[in-house]
């Protein structure tokens, strides 16, 4: 199974008798449906319903695992000690926690125990390691193309944080929402952009005939922005577009580039949503 070791991501434990509940009134997942033994997306959001902070959680002894991007650990939690007041919940910052990645259908088949399988993928092979003592056998290159090829977003390559609505990177797709919970922070309007179905982005995957251009990169359509490029690995990539712009091209039969790259745009195969029937009219 290849292996690969992730230096930038933190781990903040939260923990306590009202560890649940504090967390389950303030994140985007619904925590009453997160089984022992797996990890699933979530959000902090901003009042106006952008993430604020994204990670993946699974339980543990006492409380929560939040794994995050190791640059804003310190900052979520300041952000989650804002929101404490008076729950009965400890909040702390292990930066120098080991995370690996195994993937492929043998993945941690001997080290099951050790491991939670990583539920934004759909083909449920793609398992976490915390503090284990492994050796990596694969590069972070094989590990974004897998990540790529499946349709699965992070912050910082793909998107940046405070930018993005959580329909935008996917997770109302894959479990980082949930829709039948109560109140949260941002939960009106994410509430409202999914009974409205007025999610205008969303994050496709690209393919080229040739290597993409780097995150960031606009991409367009008769010379107007579209969305941006997120990771690539080669050929094929992300890429955060808005859904009734790509339609039109489609459509029209014009070309999408990212930079001076022809690109084809693709939704994730596990995904649920469409293309619009119905385009906006050009600008």
């Keep these: 199974m290849p292996v690969v070791s992730l230096p930038d991501r ?18 985007t997942l619904d925590l009453h449906t997160l089984q022992p033994g797996e990890a699933r997306p979530g959000a902090l959001l901003t009042p106006q319903g952008k993430i604020l902070f994204d990670f993946l959680i699974s339980r543990m002894n ?5 794994e995050c991007r190791s ?17 009965k919940v400890e909040i702390t910052v292990d930066d120098e926690s080991l995370v690996h990645i195994s993937w492929g259908e043998e993945s941690a088949s001997s080290q099951l125990e050790s ?3 990583d539920r934004r993928f759909a083909d449920g092979f793609v398992r976490r390691f915390y503090d284990a003592d492994l050796s990596a056998s694969a590069t972070m290159d094989e590990w974004t193309a897998y990540r790529v090829a499946q349709g699965v977003a992070e912050s910082g390559s793909d998107y940046e944080l405070s930018d993005a609505f ?33 999610a205008r982005r969303r994050m496709l995957i690209a393919k080229a005939d040739t290597a993409l251009p780097a995150s960031g990169t606009p991409i367009t359509v008769d010379g107007r922005p579209i969305g941006t490029m997120g990771s690539s690995a080669g050929s094929a990539g992300l890429a955060l577009v808005r859904l009734d712009k790509v339609k039109s091209a489609i459509d029209r039969v014009v070309p999408v580039l990212a930079g001076e790259t022809s690109i084809t745009l693709s939704i994730p195969a596990w995904a649920t949503f469409g293309f619009p029937e119905a385009t906006a009219a050009e600008d």
């Excluded at 006492?62 to 939040?66: K, M």
């Excluded at 990177?169 to 922070?185: I, M, P, T």
């Excluded at 309007?189 to 999914?194: F, L």
């Design 115 to 117: 491991s939670v399988p």
């Design 166 to 198: 959580p329909h935008d990177v996917l997770l109302d797709q894959n479990g980082g929402v949930g829709f039948k919970k109560g109140c949260y922070v941002g939960q009106e309007v994410v509430s409202r952009m999914q009974h409205r179905g007025t």
């Design 10 to 27: 933190a781990s903040i434990l939260v923990t306590g008798p009202e560890a649940e509940d504090f967390l389950q009134n303030i994140l």
């Design 62 to 66: 006492g409380g929560f695992r939040l």
């Design 71 to 87: 640059d804003i650990a310190a900052d979520f939690a300041r952000r989650l000690m804002m929101y404490r007041l008076r729950a």
